[in-house]
């Protein structure tokens, strides 16, 4: 087994009613491969940053056994830049600033030896890049999931609509799966998204939760309530790294081993948001992991 | 064990995108004693209706096990009414027209036999009546649970905050718990919500869910992803009389019974939202009941 990962590696500029930080570690790619690094570690990175890139970070993915080589570094040239500031209740956010710079013209290339892996995680990009990807598969994976986001159904529908008829999976939040089915109750919302290819559907409900559909069956993983929610930044690509990271530990791709891969992309993505940028991510203990699982079994289990 | 309920006995007109109804069975009380008399037969109301109020509808809920000698009926009133229209999105509704009419100066008199239930629950009104009512119990109650809504805490904030004083467990929604606690984190919410009395508090969270909170722990239990929702009107009173009648029929006041007795709760107001008024909630057969828990354990349960 191995995983592919796809998406932005990028700066952050980032304003919470807790504070302010600048220039820090940010990028859907670095977020999934941090997440599913506590699972598994034959994860292969693609994505793109200039020469102002800390060496230190690919270092250290590396060290968590994230395979660098489909990182493309551009002499020269900057890495992408994002600032956003959260409003009082962490669930609205406005850009301040997109800067693409490297991500302009970005063309991915899956080095050789990526291009028979069995699990390939698309972060939010352009549909365009998300479709070149999967073209460069040799084989085809078990699992092709894949993140987007409103913004594609804007303003690059038709394309969207292209690399959806070849994915197995589909995560994105409940306002944006209303808006690609045009329903709005969930349920029927999954039913439309299947017929435009995914046979999974995940939809993210930040402090609400997730949920899983498959077919006619549905599952609900909570979000943990917690003391302070400091930076929401990354938590979507947490929480799809630990459930990729968790699939391909584990090799099984059903509603059964979807359940709980749901339920440890859950427990990351809570890490994820008690601090700024990877700040948690980068530093969780075996135990504090084991405890955060027992925590989410908690919250839901009951006796009948 | 015995369960007494104070609330609304209204008419309700409603409107969502699934139709129009005039002129419905609704109200606090009403919902309450429903959902709660599937669970439990020594159900007590107290409430006021004019002499427009159907005898049917009393000899029905009377044919459900509930004592309904609380109810007061005035001669020449007119019974209370309420009437809204629901946004697309069925989490926002607009109040048309509320015309008080017998509640104006309902003064809540609990007959003898009433006043050393076991279990009291105080539906949605205004915070001196509510406190009139406990003030009339002759022996404590084992629980006393009380609903209140925004509206009481903007107009009534000194005899909210009295009453508050008085109870066990406090039901509301995450706005509202974030509006009495000044906190935007719910878990910080339940502390301070604690410190103003309620040992327990059940956030309602409408389709997301809801919420237990006691000391340090903390239980969810998921709304059910439904096909549709036809009319959300009494689903927190369905919910507050499932979890009560679940609770009275045990028995045991306490955080691992109260877990059951939300999923219950979740469960009757499942069918709440299905059909208009209480449509669903009048003919609910112990199959369907049943498939439905079974339904709620299936969304949230997974191997460890």
Redesign the interface.
């Known amino acids: 087994m191995s995983l592919v990962t796809v998406g932005t590696v990028a700066f952050d500029d980032i304003e919470t009613p807790y504070g302010r930080v600048e220039k820090v570690i940010g990028g859907a790619a670095t977020y999934i491969s941090w997440a599913a690094s506590y699972f598994y570690r034959d994860i292969m990175l693609v994505s793109v940053v200039g020469d102002d890139w800390p060496s230190d970070e690919i270092a250290l993915l590396k060290s968590r056994g994230v395979d660098m080589s489909g990182l493309q570094i551009k002499k020269g040239e900057k890495s992408f830049f994002w600032a956003g500031r959260y409003h ?3 669930n609205k956010r406005d850009t301040l600033t997109t800067e693409l710079n490297v991500l302009a013209d970005f063309d991915p290339v899956l080095p050789e030896h990526y291009q028979n892996a069995d699990f390939l995680m698309l972060g939010n990009l352009t549909p365009e890049i998300q479709m070149e990807v999967i073209r460069q598969m040799e084989s085809r994976p078990k699992l092709i999931a894949m993140d987007t986001m409103n913004f594609w159904m804007d303003v690059a529908w038709d394309s969207l609509i292209k690399t959806l008829a070849e994915v197995d999976l589909l995560t994105i939040n409940d306002e944006e799966a209303r808006q690609l089915s045009g329903e ?5 919302a999954a039913r439309k998204i299947y017929d435009l290819g995914p046979k999974y559907l995940v939809v993210k ?1 930040g402090e ?2 997730a ?1 899983l559909f498959h077919k006619d ?4 993983a ?1 979000a943990l ?5 400091k930076d929401p930044t990354g938590a979507g690509d947490t929480f799809a790294g630990g459930f990729m990271g968790y699939l391909a530990r584990t090799g099984e791709v059903n509603f ?1 081993n979807m ?2 891969a ?2 440890y992309g859950s427990a990351m993505a809570s890490f994820c948001v008690e601090a700024f940028s990877l700040d948690k991510i980068k530093n969780i203990s075996e135990e504090e992991l084991k405890d955060r ?1 027992q925590a989410f ?4 289990h ?3």
Do not use: A, D, R, W
């Not at 709005?184 to 029927?188: A, I, R």
């Not at 069956?217 to 609900?220: G, L, T, Y």
């Open positions: 009082e209740n962490m709005y109750s969930l349920v029927k409900k609400h939760g949920l069956h549905i599952f609900f909570p309530p917690l003391l302070e929610v059964e359940k709980k749901l339920i699982l079994k908690n919250l839901v009951f006796e009948t």
